[in-house]
């Protein structure tokens, strides 16, 4: 359950994600510098791989996708051994509209979307980044860089009802008229296969991790 102190932290999250993409065109115009580098690294190969190559239905496979995602993280991946309660939970996402998905991921009782969100290294971020790789239009990556623009600290960050008031926010984000501006969407298409866009929520997610790197200084590659 969420609390109204969980709620209250995701409060101005519109005016935080319309800063981020400010910041983030202007960084695409080269008007700011930006202290990211080798977070980008490897995207588009993790998604192809995962979201193309894995059959979310065999458990092995995805336990093979959970280690390929921690390999583009600093935590070491020690407990991805039930994945069978995940992998169903894909298989139903998989073939349906975004809308249709958000509306089964709204239907899913509390406690059991909870436990699904644990299902990776016992960690909601891993379990994120996992679940991006697989459906990248539907869910969105949550990190403790992020996660600090919303005003986490120590790991409290890392709760079911943390990511779903994330999720629900950039999806209420994304339903609005100009979402992303038209130059910064065919910038950020750079490097992406062709006829195989990056994600308007990617675009969103890249823009709060980079305002956060450029807010709070530190190691871009440290977002556990």
């Known amino acids: 359950m969420r609390t109204k102190k969980q709620a209250d932290r995701f409060t101005n999250g519109m005016a935080l994600i319309s800063e981020a993409l400010i910041l983030l065109q202007e960084a695409e115009r080269g008007n700011v510098a930006t202290p990211i580098g080798p977070y980008s690294n490897g995207y588009f190969a993790l998604r192809a791989l995962i979201r193309d190559r894995t059959d979310p239905s065999d458990e092995q496979q995805l336990q ?89 600290r120590h790991a409290s960050h890392n709760t079911a009802p943390a990511y779903l008031s994330y999720f629900e926010l950039l999806h209420r984000w994304l339903d609005t008229d100009d979402s992303i501006p038209l130059e910064l969407y065919a910038k950020m298409q750079m490097g992406a296969p062709e006829h195989d866009p990056l994600s308007r929520l990617r675009i969103i997610e890249y823009a709060l991790f980079l305002s956060s790197v450029s807010r709070f200084g530190g190691d871009a590659s440290e977002s556990e």
């Open 64 to 152: 093979g996708a959970a280690y390929a995602v921690y390999g583009w993280m600093p935590t070491i991946l020690k407990n991805a051994d039930n994945l069978l309660p995940l992998s169903k939970f894909v298989v139903n996402l998989r073939d349906v509209s975004v809308v249709d998905a958000r509306v089964i991921v709204s239907r899913v009782p509390v406690h059991e979307l909870a436990s699904l969100l644990f299902s990776v290294n016992k960690s909601v971020v891993g379990t994120s980044k996992l679940l991006h790789f697989l459906l990248p239009n539907l869910f969105p990556i949550w990190d403790s860089r992020i996660a600090r623009l919303f005003g986490f």
